[in-house]
């Protein structure tokens, strides 16, 4: 009886390394990260008279083919990706949306994406490089360390004086989990994403039609 109990034990432990692990020995996947979110509620029509346009972000980033691997416990690994592949426009899509709905102020702005140089009637134009938007998730025996880093370089373009106003923004977050998903990538890449643009949002502010360095 005591032998039974002890290989009860022994199989459910190894069953239990297999889950936490992947299982995914020898594989290489590529999985799609989808980080779209609803719309922003309309704007009220008394919202101040600030036109603001977000152009197209570059992508400068040194590896293109992928936003974050996994590493798996017994071999293989799993690549991940945005749904569409292209994390800069995803990133210039949520920055749009953060403004329109809590920007300068803790206000919502009047805020539209648009292509590079068609913004004829803006107030600001705010273009950006995305240098780095990468996670890592590396798995042990019964955890996966996860690992996010954001870097990007934002302008914002004044209309009425010409000046610019330029701010770096670098974010980095890591979490252990036991049971490992892929929301969990996504979640975390989101919230570093989150991060950046609200020391942006902390670091300038806008002034009679102009953003300005807050100091």
Not at 58 to 86: C, N, P, S
Not at 163 to 189: C, H, N, P, Y
Request: some cysteine; aromatic content about 6%.
């Amino acid at each position: 009886m005591k032998r039974m109990i002890m290989r009860m034990v022994l199989v459910c432990g190894v069953a239990l390394m297999v889950s936490a692990s992947g299982g995914c020995a020898g594989k290489s996947e590529l999985r799609y990260l989808d980080f779209q979110t609803k719309p922003p509620a309309a704007q009220s029509a008394d919202m101040e008279p600030v036109t603001i346009v977000i152009e197209p972000f570059e992508d400068r980033r040194a590896d293109k083919a992928r936003i974050g691997t996994r590493t798996h416990l017994w071999g293989g690994v799993t690549h991940f990706d945005v749904v569409g592949g292209r994390p800069a426009d995803m990133i210039s899509q949520t920055l749009m949306n953060r403004l329109k709905t809590r920007g300068w102020g803790n206000r919502g702005w009047n805020v539209r994406l648009g292509q590079t140089g068609s913004a004829t009637d803006a107030d600001i134009v705010i273009s950006g490089q995305v240098q780095e938007f990468s996670a890592g998730a590396k798995s042990r025996a019964f955890s996966t360390v996860i690992d996010a880093k954001s870097r990007l370089t934002i302008q914002a373009k004044n209309a009425d004086d010409k000046s610019t106003t330029t701010r770096s923004i670098e974010g980095a977050r890591s979490r252990t989990v036991f049971w490992f998903g892929e929301q969990d990538v996504q979640e975390l890449l989101a919230a570093t994403l989150d991060d950046g643009i609200e020391r942006l949002i902390a670091d300038t502010m806008l002034v009679q039609k102009a953003v300005r360095p807050a100091r």
